[in-house]
């Protein structure tokens, strides 16, 4: 089997196995699994701001939430210490769910530990691959699920999660990130935050 369709084969497995996502998002009129609908906008984010990104790199955009839904949020404690557990148990998942799925389509460890290098985010600000990574995550999360998030919060809690989320970010991704269609209140709000 050649890379693209190894390629080709271990994204159909991601998409079949987040296709299960009880939850559901609906956008242009299509509802989507939540995590199918976040894995194809991981994969077109990354291939606008990365064209030439690795085949690890590709593989790991796609499956970054696999199954996120199995490990809810409301099964640890409600503050800082159980969001950082949740966090850290969430990473774990992804990379032992990605491994199975991966090893199935018929990578070899070589490339699988590259994925799970990515998935836990090792060596963040040292290494271009999991920058780059982090930078796709911040943009889908600015360009898709910024303003939904900015219309429940106040503008404080707002200002605080996008000057975290743009210290997490390259040069690079700035720049990206000031080129998304914000609306005018969400523009207004960037601005404020990256300027404070």
Known sequence: MGDA???AKAFELFDEANSHDPNRETWKGIAYPKEVLYALRMTETLNEFAPHASEALQLTARCQHICRWEIPRGNYEMNRVGYLKWRQDLKK???ERARTLLE?????????????FLLLKKQLKRSEETQTLEDVICLVFLKYYF????KKHDAEKVVDILQKTWRKMSDDGHNAALQLPFSDSAR?????????
Do not use: C, N, T
């Open 5 to 7: 369709e190894k390629l």
């Open 147 to 150: 303003e939904p998030f900015a």
């Open 93 to 95: 998942f992804h990379a």
């Open 188 to 196: 207004e709000l960037v601005i404020k935050a990256v300027s404070g």
């Open 104 to 116: 199935k389509a018929g990578y070899d460890d070589i490339v699988i530990e590259q994925v799970e």
